[in-house]
C-alpha cells in the first residue's frame, strides 16, 4: 500500500501569516491516465472533514484562495497564504490514484 | 444541495455487528460511487471500502476484508455499512463520503457527520 507522510505533525501559526504543509508519498501518484489524485482536506474541530483541493491543485467550490496545492509525482504541498482563525483544524492529504486510497496522518494547524 | 445524512451512535458489545446508514440528497444516487472511512480516537483517517450504487460492486480494504459488507438501497438513495465481530479496537467515528465521479480514482468531495460506534463489554 501508498503510505503517505505529512510533515509537521503540527504547526503553530500567527494570524496572517503563511503556513505550508508537505506530503510525501512512498510511490508516485501519477495514475496511468496522466492525472494524478491527490486531494487535501480540512477537518475543524468535531466536524467531518472537508474537500480542498483535489488533483493536486484544484479548489474544490468555496474554498478561499488563499487555499493553494503544488507539486508532482510523490511530493505534494498545501498553502495557505494568510491563516485566519477558521483555518484552525488538522489537513490531511489523500490519494486515490492506487487502491487502497489512504491518507496521511494528519497535520494540526494552530494559532500562535 | 448534496447532503450525506448518517445514522445515530451506536453502542455494541464485542463480538457483535453494527450497521450504519448514509442517507444521500441533492444528486443522483447511482452517479456516484460511495466511500466508507472510519476514524478512531486520535488515529488518521482510515479507508475501509467503497460500493458503486449503480451496480452494487464493493471493493474493501484488506485489514477489514471478511468483516466488512457495503450495500446499497438505490429505491432510498441510501448506503449502508455493516461490520461484524466488533472489538474495543472498532471504536470509531465513521463516515461515509461521495466520490466525484462513478469510479473512486477522483476522491471524496461531500462527508457525512458521523457517527460514532462505541465497542464495550
Known amino acids: 500500500d501508498i503510505v503517505l507522510t505529512q510533515t509537521p505533525l503540527s504547526s503553530p501559526v500567527t494570524l496572517g501569516q503563511p503556513a505550508s504543509i508537505s506530503c510525501r508519498s512512498s510511490?508516485?501518484?501519477?495514475?496511468?491516465?496522466?492525472?494524478?489524485?491527490l486531494s487535501w482536506l480540512q477537518q475543524r474541530p468535531g466536524q467531518p472533514p472537508r474537500l480542498l483541493i483535489y488533483?493536486?491543485?484544484n479548489r474544490f467550490s468555496g474554498v478561499p484562495d488563499r487555499f493553494s496545492g503544488s507539486g508532482a509525482g510523490t511530493d505534494f504541498t498545501l498553502k495557505i497564504s494568510r491563516v485566519e482563525a477558521e483555518d484552525v483544524g488538522v489537513y490531511y492529504c489523500?490519494?486515490?490514484?492506487?487502491?487502497?486510497?489512504?491518507f496521511g496522518q494528519g497535520t494540526k494547524v494552530e494559532i500562535k | 444541495q448534496v447532503q450525506l445524512v448518517q445514522s445515530g451512535a451506536e453502542v455494541k458489545n464485542p463480538g457483535a455487528s453494527v450497521k450504519v446508514s448514509c442517507k444521500a440528497s441533492g444528486y443522483t444516487f447511482t452517479n456516484y460511487a460511495m466511500h466508507w472511512v472510519r476514524q478512531a480516537p486520535g488515529q488518521r483517517l482510515e479507508w475501509m471500502g467503497w460500493?458503486?450504487?449503480?451496480?452494487?460492486?464493493?471493493k474493501y480494504s484488506q485489514k477489514f476484508q471478511g468483516r466488512v459488507t457495503i450495500t446499497r438501497d438505490t429505491s432510498a438513495s441510501t448506503a449502508f455499512m455493516e461490520l461484524s465481530s466488533l472489538r474495543s479496537e472498532d471504536t470509531a467515528v465513521y463516515h461515509c463520503a461521495r466520490a466525484m465521479g462513478a469510479t473512486t480514482i477522483f476522491g471524496v468531495d461531500h462527508w457525512g457527520q458521523g457517527t460514532l460506534v462505541t465497542v464495550a463489554s
Open positions: 510511490q508516485s501518484l501519477v495514475h496511468s491516465d496522466g492525472d494524478t489524485y
Open positions: 488533483k493536486i491543485s
Open positions: 489523500m490519494q486515490t490514484t492506487q487502491f487502497p486510497p489512504g
Open positions: 460500493i458503486s450504487p449503480v451496480n452494487g460492486n464493493t
